[in-house]
């Protein structure tokens, strides 16, 4: 009856001893992918504040850009109502010195 009772204690360690070693795998999985959840959403997090920035970044170009396209428009529109401006004043001039002196010496009227 001994080495009956001595197998069954026997084959108890064994189921125990596998039992803890069942569950130290169990929870070592769990710690895996507990840290590998925890990466994912804090790499997730972080992909979308990059985008997040990427795109406040994109809307301040923008905004930049139009301000810059609309004085190059300003300067441009200036600087042709200068032109437009000196060319009258000397058409005007020339209006003038005919006038006075009919021969078209700078040869700009027909």
């Keep these: 009856?001994?080495?009956?009772?001595?197998?069954?204690?026997?084959?108890?360690?064994?189921?125990?001893?596998?039992?803890?070693?069942?569950?130290?795998?169990s929870w070592k999985r769990r710690?895996?992918?507990?840290s590998a959840l925890t990466s994912a959403r804090t790499s997730y997090q972080n992909t979308q504040t990059a985008i997040d920035a990427d795109n406040k970044a994109d809307i301040v170009k923008k905004q930049n850009q139009r301000c810059f396209r609309d004085d190059n428009k300003k300067m441009m529109e200036e600087k042709e109502e200068k032109i437009r401006s000196f060319q009258k004043t000397e058409i005007e001039q020339e209006k003038r010195l005919i006038k006075i002196d009919p021969i078209n010496w700078s040869r700009t009227l027909s």
């Design 31 to 34: 710690e895996q992918f507990s």
């Design 1 to 25: 009856m001994g080495t009956l009772l001595s197998g069954k204690n026997l084959m108890q360690g064994y189921r125990s001893y596998l039992k803890s070693q069942m569950e130290e795998k």
